[in-house]
Nanobody
Framework: QVQLVESGGGLVRPGGSLRLSCEASGRTFSQLAVAWFRRGPGKEREFVAGLKKGMGTTYAADGVRGRFTVSRVSGKSTAYLQMNSLEPEDTAVYYC????????????????????WGQGVQVTVSS
């Protein structure tokens, strides 16, 4: 069993940056694929970005590509979501998710793909 704990959320002004962290117990992120999802007010949980294990190829949703970057520390149990040029529409609870499997690209955005979930961290973008 893998436990995930997110941190780094908070209040930021539009145009600002935040970096979220995800700590995994029991595994390193070299052994796990990792993703970030978010749930905005009144919205469904949606895929934000993902990173496959092994080569660590990254993917990002259309609305955040070029602004958000997912990464991991090689051999460690920490993954990050760097968020730049934040917009009020990015306000949401952000969740870290992981799986020991090797999901195909088309399945990265599915909630059911991911075995393990963190408790979520609030990000609020407001002036």
């Amino acid at each position: 069993q893998v436990q995930l704990v997110e941190s780094g959320g908070g209040l930021v002004r539009p145009g600002g940056s935040l970096r979220l962290s995800c700590e995994a117990s029991g595994r390193t992120f070299s052994q796990l694929a990792v993703a970030w999802f978010r749930r905005g007010p009144g919205k469904e949980r949606e895929f934000v970005a993902g990173l496959k294990k092994g080569m660590g190829t990254t993917y990002a949703a259309d609305g955040v590509r070029g602004r958000f970057t997912v990464s991991r520390v090689s051999g460690k149990s920490t993954a990050y979501l760097q968020m730049n040029s934040l917009e009020p529409e990015d306000t949401a609870v952000y969740y870290c998710a992981a799986t020991s499997g090797s999901p195909i690209v088309s399945s990265l955005s599915r909630v059911s793909t991911w075995e393990f979930w963190g408790q979520g961290v609030q990000v609020t973008v407001s002036s």
